[in-house]
C-alpha cells in the first residue's frame, strides 16, 4: 500500500500543485481539462484511483464519502469550459483527496 500513497502522492502533486504563479499553485489539472472529453474522464479516473486507497486502507466511510463529493464538485464544475479550468486551480480536489488519505495513513501507521 505504501507504493500506491507515494504514487497518489506524485499524481496529486502534478495536478494540483506542481508549478506557483503570482504565489497561485497549480498542476496540470486545469490544463488536461482544456482538453475536451479527455479532460473530463482523466480527473474522474485519478479520484477513483484516490477512493480505492481510502477504501483499501479502511478510511472512515464519512472520509471516504468526503472523498467522493470532492470528485463530484470537481467533476461537475470541470464540465463548463473555461470556469472548470480556474475552478480546478482553486479548488484542487485531488490534493484534498490525497491529504485525507495522508492524514488517515499517518495517523494508522503500525
Known amino acids: ?15 494540483d500543485n506542481k508549478f506557483e504563479f ?7 489539472d486545469p490544463l488536461i481539462g482544456s482538453v475536451p472529453l479527455i479532460g473530463d474522464v482523466i480527473p474522474i479516473m485519478v479520484s477513483l484511483y484516490f477512493i480505492w486507497i481510502g477504501i483499501k ?17 470537481d467533476a461537475i464544475v470541470g464540465l463548463i469550459p473555461v ?12 490534493y484534498k ?7 488517515f495513513f499517518e495517523h494508522n501507521k503500525k
Do not use: T, W
Not at 503570482?22 to 496540470?28: P, S, Y
Not at 483527496?97 to 492524514?103: K, R, T
Open 1 to 15: 500500500m505504501d507504493r500506491h500513497i507515494k504514487f497518489a502522492k506524485n499524481i496529486s502533486d502534478l495536478l
Open 22 to 28: 503570482l504565489g497561485v499553485k497549480f498542476g496540470l
Open 57 to 73: 486502507l479502511k478510511i472512515p466511510k464519512s472520509r471516504i464519502f468526503h472523498m467522493c463529493i470532492n470528485m463530484l464538485v
Open 83 to 94: 470556469v472548470g479550468d480556474f475552478y480546478d486551480i482553486i479548488y484542487r480536489s485531488h
Open 97 to 103: 483527496n490525497f491529504q485525507i488519505i495522508s492524514e
